[in-house]
Structure formats: structure tokens, C-alpha cells
């Protein structure tokens, strides 16, 4: 069985790009060690998240960088065999991403611009257009950044693609508009899981899920790393708190397994979803 050895982050990281970069690599030295195969950080590990959902300060913005700069191609360098994705704030062409990178020691394998846009982000990012999947050393991947993963669609493309793993990096806020005292009661914990679930079970695929610990700003973020297997199961999971979500996860196994009655992706009935492509609902 060619057992894949899956890592999902949930950890702080702010603005501190070079202090972010040294905890990296302290992580990547400890997990290769470990025989970890896919390592999935945080959206926002490089140069943090903004700290206002709603009215984000231009002042505070997080430090956008290049996606061919020098940060990359040290994360390249130090990834070595390992398949690494990581969220940041990119700057290409006189224009600031959200953005996330798939990479190993042979150099970037695919990109991804985050493409729906919670409350104010659109003042501090502008958004990405597209949703593509890219091979890997294991096997071929999608990524999604946070709010992306509350649309059924964005992972569906992806598995159109091919993607059998998509990676779901965050940086996912409990709810700014209606606080619970506990964290497992908060409706934006509960939702965060629910969506990971649902992406993963109704695509078939492995869905590894990380995010964001501790508070910038207004927002305090859930944690709550996670591997979901192509059937909606979690097969491992962190809490509020940081850590790592790790498990063994025979890919193409688990995912044929999952596909051997039901097949979701061929099943579909294209021919009747005639409000899919537009703006508009309906009957």
C-alpha cells in the first residue's frame, strides 16, 4: 500500500515574515524526520492576516511579497522531498493575493489565488478567477483559501480536475457577530467543520485542512486542523489550541474504496442544473 504520511497545521502566525520562516523550518526538519509526505500550512503563514473583517486598515495590511522572491525559493530549498503548501500575500503586477503555493525541492507545482471574498477583504486583496488542480509527488492536489471552501463549487472543480487530495488552507475567524463563551459552540467552529466534511464526501477525495491559531486584531481564529477522509470521516484533528493533525492515508486506495458503488463525479445530472451558470436562482 503506498501510504501517504499527511500533515495539516493549525498554528499562529503574524506579520513576521522572517520569524515565520524560521518556525518553518524548524517544523519541516522535525517532520522530515517524522516521514511526513504532504505538509499543509495556514493561510496567511507568511506576513499574517488582516485584523478587521469588515473594515480592514490599509496601514496594517500584511506585507504582500513576490511569488518568485527569495521566500519561496527558500521554502523550495528546504522542502527537499516533501510537499509543502502555504498561504500568503502575494504581489504580482502591481496587484496584492491572497494567496497559497504548492511546492517541493523541485520548485513551485501549483498556485492559487483565493477567489470569493468574505465582507471587507476585498479591501485589502483582490480576487483570484479560477480553481485548477497540478500533480504532485502525492499524487495530483487542488487548494482552496478559506472562504473558498463554503461553496460546494470550488472543490467540484477541482475534482473535475483530477484533484484526489485538495488542501484547504485558512486563517478562519470564530464569528465576529455573535461571540460564544466556548469555542466548540461558536456557529463559525461549527461551520468550518461541517464544510470540510461536506467538500471531502460529496467530491470523494482526502481533504487536509489547516488554519489559523490565536488573535490579530479582532479576530481569534479556530484552530481546529484537520484530515478528512473521502467518505466525510475524520481521521485526525486538532483542537482550538496549535497543532498537528497527522495521518496515513493510502490515497488511491481510500478514494477508490469510496467510489467502488457511488460514484458522485459521474453520477451528476448536468442536464438539469440549468441555474448553475447564472447569477440569478430560482425554479
Same mark, same amino acid.
Given at each position: 500500500m503506498a501510504r501517504t504520511r499527511i500533515a495539516a497545521v493549525a498554528a499562529h502566525f503574524g506579520a513576521d515574515i522572517a520569524r515565520a520562516l524560521e518556525k518553518i523550518t524548524g517544523m519541516v526538519e522535525r517532520l522530515t524526520h517524522d516521514g511526513v509526505d504532504l505538509l499543509v500550512l495556514p493561510d496567511a503563514t507568511l506576513g499574517g492576516y &488582516?485584523?478587521? $473583517?469588515r473594515n480592514p486598515d490599509p496601514a496594517t495590511v500584511p506585507e504582500a511579497i513576490d511569488p518568485d522572491g527569495p521566500e519561496i525559493r527558500l521554502l523550495c530549498r528546504l522542502a527537499g522531498a516533501?510537499? &509543502?503548501?502555504?498561504g500568503y500575500a502575494e504581489h504580482a503586477d502591481g496587484t496584492r493575493y491572497n494567496a497559497s503555493v504548492c511546492l517541493t525541492g523541485d520548485g513551485v507545482l501549483?498556485?492559487?489565488r483565493k477567489v470569493h471574498q468574505p465582507a471587507g477583504e476585498h479591501l485589502a486583496y483582490a480576487a483570484g478567477d479560477r480553481f485548477a488542480a497540478f500533480d504532485t509527488p502525492v499524487g495530483r492536489m487542488g487548494m482552496l483559501i478559506d #472562504?473558498? /471552501?463554503t461553496f460546494p463549487e470550488s472543490a467540484r472543480s477541482l475534482a473535475l480536475d483530477g484533484a484526489r487530495t485538495i488542501a484547504a488552507l485558512s486563517a478562519w475567524p470564530a464569528s465576529v457577530t455573535d461571540r460564544a463563551s466556548r469555542m466548540p459552540?461558536?456557529?463559525?467552529?461549527? $461551520?468550518?467543520? $461541517? #464544510?470540510?466534511q461536506a467538500r471531502a464526501a460529496e467530491n470523494q477525495i482526502v481533504l487536509a485542512s489547516s488554519n489559523q491559531t490565536g488573535i490579530t486584531g479582532n479576530l481569534r481564529f479556530l484552530g481546529?486542523? /484537520?484530515i478528512v477522509g473521502p467518505g466525510g470521516d475524520i481521521l485526525a484533528k486538532t483542537w482550538s489550541k496549535g497543532g498537528l493533525a497527522v495521518a496515513d492515508v493510502d490515497i488511491d486506495a481510500e478514494v477508490e474504496r469510496a467510489r467502488r458503488v457511488l460514484r458522485h463525479l459521474e453520477e451528476r445530472r448536468i442536464d438539469t442544473y440549468h441555474n448553475l451558470m447564472s447569477d440569478k436562482g430560482g425554479h
Amino acid at each position: 500500500m503506498a501510504r501517504t504520511r499527511i500533515a495539516a497545521v493549525a498554528a499562529h502566525f503574524g506579520a513576521d515574515i522572517a520569524r515565520a520562516l524560521e518556525k518553518i523550518t524548524g517544523m519541516v526538519e522535525r517532520l522530515t524526520h517524522d516521514g511526513v509526505d504532504l505538509l499543509v500550512l495556514p493561510d496567511a503563514t507568511l506576513g499574517g492576516y &488582516i485584523g478587521d $473583517l469588515r473594515n480592514p486598515d490599509p496601514a496594517t495590511v500584511p506585507e504582500a511579497i513576490d511569488p518568485d522572491g527569495p521566500e519561496i525559493r527558500l521554502l523550495c530549498r528546504l522542502a527537499g522531498a516533501m510537499t &509543502i503548501c502555504i498561504g500568503y500575500a502575494e504581489h504580482a503586477d502591481g496587484t496584492r493575493y491572497n494567496a497559497s503555493v504548492c511546492l517541493t525541492g523541485d520548485g513551485v507545482l501549483g498556485h492559487h489565488r483565493k477567489v470569493h471574498q468574505p465582507a471587507g477583504e476585498h479591501l485589502a486583496y483582490a480576487a483570484g478567477d479560477r480553481f485548477a488542480a497540478f500533480d504532485t509527488p502525492v499524487g495530483r492536489m487542488g487548494m482552496l483559501i478559506d #472562504y473558498d /471552501k463554503t461553496f460546494p463549487e470550488s472543490a467540484r472543480s477541482l475534482a473535475l480536475d483530477g484533484a484526489r487530495t485538495i488542501a484547504a488552507l485558512s486563517a478562519w475567524p470564530a464569528s465576529v457577530t455573535d461571540r460564544a463563551s466556548r469555542m466548540p459552540n461558536d456557529r463559525q467552529s461549527r $461551520l468550518f467543520d $461541517l #464544510y470540510d466534511q461536506a467538500r471531502a464526501a460529496e467530491n470523494q477525495i482526502v481533504l487536509a485542512s489547516s488554519n489559523q491559531t490565536g488573535i490579530t486584531g479582532n479576530l481569534r481564529f479556530l484552530g481546529q486542523a /484537520k484530515i478528512v477522509g473521502p467518505g466525510g470521516d475524520i481521521l485526525a484533528k486538532t483542537w482550538s489550541k496549535g497543532g498537528l493533525a497527522v495521518a496515513d492515508v493510502d490515497i488511491d486506495a481510500e478514494v477508490e474504496r469510496a467510489r467502488r458503488v457511488l460514484r458522485h463525479l459521474e453520477e451528476r445530472r448536468i442536464d438539469t442544473y440549468h441555474n448553475l451558470m447564472s447569477d440569478k436562482g430560482g425554479h
